[in-house]
């Protein structure tokens, strides 16, 4: 029997027994060799590292246990756009790669994310917590790059969506390039996109950005551009093909935008592109406008399209330097609408159906007379002459495109009413289509 009670063996031990000694004695009293590893970790603020699944990891400040610095993640399963459905697609892939939740709500402040810079830098997104940050890149969801188009705003790259296998072609905007109206060109066009979701219009995917550019997704249009297929067809398309393929989807498609107030400004047969069910879709709305939200005072679009009424205004850079300098507002200048559409849709018909523009000129001067001869009849052999032939054209098309080639936009029909034009009712079967004429 011990001369102690039981209960205080542990705190008054026999000092003749021989004790377990603690192995690391550090600290007084002997600490836990977990709590003195934590003692000095904390000291030189240490950062635990959480591998949370492939390519996906959280650092942690252990000082406090609480969540510090940033959570970063791999940009190959992590993507975001401006805010929509997007992002969401690439917290469920980095949630699907990892084996244990993502620690942090990311699902808060989704909705005005911006996409991060490429990979390495890292971006803090400000409807986050400060303490929380992105990194991704913009193009790390996509892949098979290929470059089909250097345009004068962007080039076009072809690629392929990583997750859904989807086609894209990806509008990329040099941000070194871009002045600060062009980038208000940028954020126009996403705004006209989405507000234009529907048939004959290119599907808008998202748009992306990092610190060099800002890239439209759109869902790519397999079937080329009418350009190509014009040429697949020996330069031009026979009457049927042509009203079938061109005409009626493209006042189909007029009557929709000009029902939003939107004027596309660009139409011309290289915006014109089909999918591969061969359906037309309109692109390119960089020069596009909202009726009533921006003066359409400038001479926008492709000059052999262009109705008289733009031609006769000045440029947009002739509007900044001249005009505004002497104290004239935008708003004084006359404006034109959407009948300029209607007018580039005219010579792209012509051009379908005869495989040449019916206006050529290199200054704006010189292309408001050939307009103005073309239309009185005083070139003799010119292209309309060739569609005011009735061996070559149907009446119903002679009267379809001689209501078009008017002078004064007023005179010229809407969308909307050439949708009921007997002309689009002179439908073949599909074997005329792509035979040379
Ligand atoms: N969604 C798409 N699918 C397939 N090809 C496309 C798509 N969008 C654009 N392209 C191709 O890229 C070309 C140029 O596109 P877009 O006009 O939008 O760019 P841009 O920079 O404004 O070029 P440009 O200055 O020549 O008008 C189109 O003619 C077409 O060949």
Redesign the pocket.
């Known amino acids: 029997m011990p001369p102690w009670p039981r209960g205080e063996a542990r705190l008054f031990p026999d000092a003749s027994v021989p004790q377990a000694q603690p192995k690391h004695t550090g600290t007084p009293g002997g600490a836990a060799p977990a709590k003195m590893m934590l003692f000095w970790l904390r000291f030189f603020g240490y950062r635990r590292s959480a591998r949370l699944g492939r390519g996906y990891h959280e650092d942690v400040g252990a000082a406090s246990y609480k969540p510090r610095k940033s959570i970063m993640y791999d940009p190959e399963t992590l993507y975001c756009d401006d805010g929509l459905a997007p992002l969401e697609d690439g917290i469920a892939a980095a949630r699907r790669q990892s084996h244990r939740r993502p620690a942090i709500d990311l699902e808060r402040g989704t909705r005005s994310l911006d996409l991060g810079p490429g990979p390495g830098v890292r971006m803090s997104v400000d409807s986050l917590s400060s303490r929380q940050s992105y990194m991704a890149t913009p193009m790390s969801s996509y892949m098979n790059f290929y470059t089909?188009?250097r345009?004068?705003?962007?080039?076009?790259v072809?690629a392929t969506q990583k997750y859904t296998g989807a086609r894209v072609?990806l509008?990329v905007f040099d941000k070194s390039n871009l002045t600060a109206g062009q980038r208000e060109d940028i954020v126009k066009e996403v705004q006209i996109l989405r507000l234009l979701k529907g048939d004959g219009i290119?599907d808008f995917d998202k748009k992306l950005e990092d610190d060099c550019t800002v890239t439209v997704a759109?869902?790519?249009?397999?079937g080329?551009?009418l350009?190509n297929r014009l040429a697949m067809s020996g330069g031009r398309m026979v009457e049927e093909a042509c009203v079938r393929h061109v005409v009626k989807p493209l006042v189909a498609a007029l009557a929709m935008l000009h029902s939003k107030k939107i004027v596309h400004r660009?139409l011309k047969p290289?915006?014109l592109?089909y999918d591969e069910h061969s359906r037309l879709?309109l692109?390119?709305f960089?020069s596009a406008a909202i009726i009533g939200k921006i003066p359409l005072t400038g001479r926008e679009g492709t000059m052999a399209y262009m109705a008289p009424e733009v031609l006769t205004k000045p440029t947009p850079d002739e509007i900044f330097h001249d005009v505004l300098s002497n104290g004239i507002s935008d708003s004084d200048l006359p404006s034109y609408d959407e009948k300029v559409d209607i007018w580039s849709m005219g010579v792209i018909i012509v051009e379908a159906l005869t495989g040449r523009q019916p206006f050529v000129a290199d200054t704006a001067e010189a292309m408001l007379r050939a307009q103005q001869q073309e239309l009185q009849g005083s070139r003799f052999g010119g292209v309309l002459d060739l569609v005011r032939d009735q061996e070559f054209l149907s009446l119903e098309g002679q009267d379809f495109l001689s209501s078009i080639f008017r002078l004064n936009p007023g005179e010229r029909p809407s969308a909307a009413s050439l949708l009921s034009h007997p002309w689009l009712e002179l439908l073949g079967s599909d074997d005329g289509d792509y035979q040379m004429a």
Not at 151 to 156: D, F, V
């Open positions: 089909i188009h345009g004068r705003h962007a080039k076009i072809r072609a509008k290119v759109l869902k790519e249009c397999t080329g551009t350009m660009d290289e915006h592109l879709h692109v390119d960089h």
